[in-house]
């Protein structure tokens, strides 16, 4: 006769409604980004219609593109501000704690199906070590998308704040290829991102992908990092 085990789980709220309210803004942002971004790149045929304003205006396409820069760079203004005002809402990895590097290496392991288990975390080290890449990504992306944003008017205040990007890399041309190659590693993080969240929520029930709806990770295992709500 076959024994049923019961499993006791416990309840750890980390993530403030400001976290996720941000969170699901700058997603929406990037999408939007990378597409329309994609769209001023390789624009389509629309040269029997222009200049009558279409859904398929390049204008269009630009001024969304532009709107959805500026909501990203203020959600990603306030996620950091809340990092500031909520304890939970943590921002980079504690690189200065030695274990960080052996439990980082241990979650990689697991994810590439060469262990079976992790140690149980309330915040994924491999995943907080990639946000940091990612907030390097999102600099240069900022950095490189306002200074030719800021080209058609160089002496204006945001041309002065933005335009030695354009001489570092040597010409607006290089600074256009980098800001569409970092486009795509956002898009591969996100990729990545999303594998290991439905991952860890439907195979090993960390209850990842419902913690930025309700606030509340779910753990069958006390985590190793508990500590860090005290």
């Known amino acids: 006769m076959k024994s049923v085990k019961e499993v006791k789980r416990k309840e750890y709220?980390?993530?403030?409604?400001?976290l996720r309210i941000f969170h699901w803004i700058m997603v929406c942002a990037i999408v939007i980004l990378f597409f329309t971004g994609l769209w001023i790149t390789k624009p389509m045929n629309v040269s029997t219609i222009e200049p009558f304003f279409t859904m398929t205006s390049m204008d269009l396409v630009r001024d969304i593109h532009f709107v959805a820069a500026f909501i990203f760079c203020a959600a990603f203004i306030l996620r950091i501000y809340g990092f500031i005002i909520n304890k939970g809402d943590r921002l980079?990895?504690?690189?200065?704690?030695?274990?960080?590097y052996a439990e980082t290496v241990d979650v990689a392991l697991h994810y590439m199906l060469l262990k079976p288990h992790h140690a149980s975390?309330?915040?994924?080290?491999?995943a907080r070590m990639s946000y940091a890449g990612l907030y390097v990504l999102v600099a240069i992306e900022i950095l490189t998308g306002f200074a030719m944003y800021f080209m058609t008017n160089p002496s204006a205040i945001g041309g002065k704040l933005f335009g030695w990007v354009n001489v570092i890399l040597g010409g607006e041309m290089m600074t256009h290829y980098v800001h569409h190659y970092v486009a795509w590693l956002i898009i591969l993080f996100a990729i990545g991102h999303m594998y290991m969240v439905i991952r860890a929520e439907f195979m090993e029930g960390e209850s990842e992908v419902s913690s930025m709806f309700?606030?509340?990770?779910?753990?069958?295992?006390t985590p190793k990092d508990a500590n860090e709500l005290d």
Do not use: Q, T
């Open 92 to 100: 980079f990895p504690r690189v200065w704690e030695g274990h960080f």
């Open 121 to 126: 975390f309330l915040r994924n080290p491999l």
């Open 214 to 221: 309700s606030g509340k990770k779910i753990l069958a295992h």
């Open 13 to 18: 709220y980390i993530f403030s409604p400001f």
